[in-house]
């Protein structure tokens, strides 16, 4: 059995590569071959498993990284019938392993996945941004939104103290920081949702969510009764908040329990169109894509194997 194994060398202020090395223990004493592939500026973690993915054989790909690597990955993936996929975090949010349950220590999980075996399936997202010029389409293994979370993030990756945070082991605290500033400065939209085709108005809109797992943004838990292989989006919008009833609807986030919070709104589709009155920053898993009126999710009935 051979494994390819996938990482950023630089990711993680270097701690990719030293993740690899510990972990590339347990796969030598496993008897099984595998190829290491180091991204470079060149060849990015998506044109990497395009490549692997598109040989028409079976693939079984490793992913050393965070939720924003996974997302690279999943975009990447040509053939999701002969593709298995088994990742190790290193991120920050590390939002996958946590809705999956899986265990936090790395060896433990490494001797889950040396098997190679195909233990569940995820359903894929995919985002399409209707940009000034152009149309893009990304997918995501976890969530899509519109308005606040999106918008932290896009200050987050700008903000020079990330990198050194992150070399710290401090890298939340720079969502955090800017998750402040966000609410308090944020104007909020007027947005008309379509689920699958249905339309509702919502005035005041701060942000709306498309989710596939419960959890984004390291922990908050937006969509808690989301399931990633039900075949459907997990949507939830908050409107009509002032910004000082979204600032604390958020530790009420974190544990699941802001849904009866008047002005929070859930519903489920398969597709979700977002329509708003003026520009709103937009990601998939927490990378940015810009800003734009205009927003379709969908679950694209493809289905991630994963060996974890």
């Known amino acids: 059995m051979h494994f390819d194994i996938i990482l950023n060398p630089a990711g993680a202020s270097g701690g ?84 999956m349950g899986l265990p936090r220590s790395k060896a433990a999980l490494i001797r889950r996945m040396i098997d190679g075996e195909v233990k569940r399936t995820a359903d894929v997202g995919e985002l399409t941004f209707f940009g000034e010029n152009e149309i893009i389409k990304r997918r995501f293994n976890i969530s899509s939104d519109i308005g606040f979370g999106a918008a932290t993030c896009a200050y987050a990756d700008r903000s020079p103290l990330k990198p050194i945070l992150n070399r710290l082991g ?15 400065t944020a104007q909020p939209a007027s947005v008309l949702i379509r689920y699958d085709g249905k339309g509702v108005g919502y005035r005041k809109c701060l942000s709306a969510i498309a989710m596939n797992h419960c959890c984004e943004g390291g922990g908050f838990k937006f969509c808690p009764n989301a399931e990633f292989d039900d075949g459907l989006l997990d949507i939830v919008a908050g409107t009509g908040l002032t910004k000082l009833q979204f600032f604390k609807m958020l530790p009420l986030a974190y544990k699941g329990r802001h849904l ?41 009935g493809e289905k991630l194997r994963l060996i974890v």
């Not at 859930?266 to 003026?278: G, L, N, P, W, Y």
């Open 170 to 184: 401090l890298g939340r605290l720079i969502y955090l920081i800017h998750a402040v500033r966000v609410c308090l």
């Open 260 to 300: 009866k919070i008047k002005g929070i709104y859930t519903h489920r589709a398969k597709v979700v169109e977002m329509i708003s009155d003026k520009p709103l920053w937009a990601h998939t898993d927490g990378e940015v894509l810009g800003q734009t009126r205009h927003v379709i999710m969908r679950i694209t």
């Open 16 to 99: 990719t590569m030293a993740l690899w090395k510990k972990a590339e223990r347990q796969f030598k004493k496993s008897g099984h071959s595998y190829t290491l592939h180091s991204s470079t500026t060149e060849k990015g973690i998506e044109q990497l498993v395009r490549e692997l993915t598109d040989r028409g054989t079976e693939t079984r790909l490793v992913v050393i990284g965070g939720d924003g690597t996974l997302n690279e990955a999943v975009s990447g993936i040509c053939d999701f019938e002969k593709t298995a996929l088994g990742f190790i975090p290193c991120g920050t949010g590390n939002d996958m392993q946590r809705d």
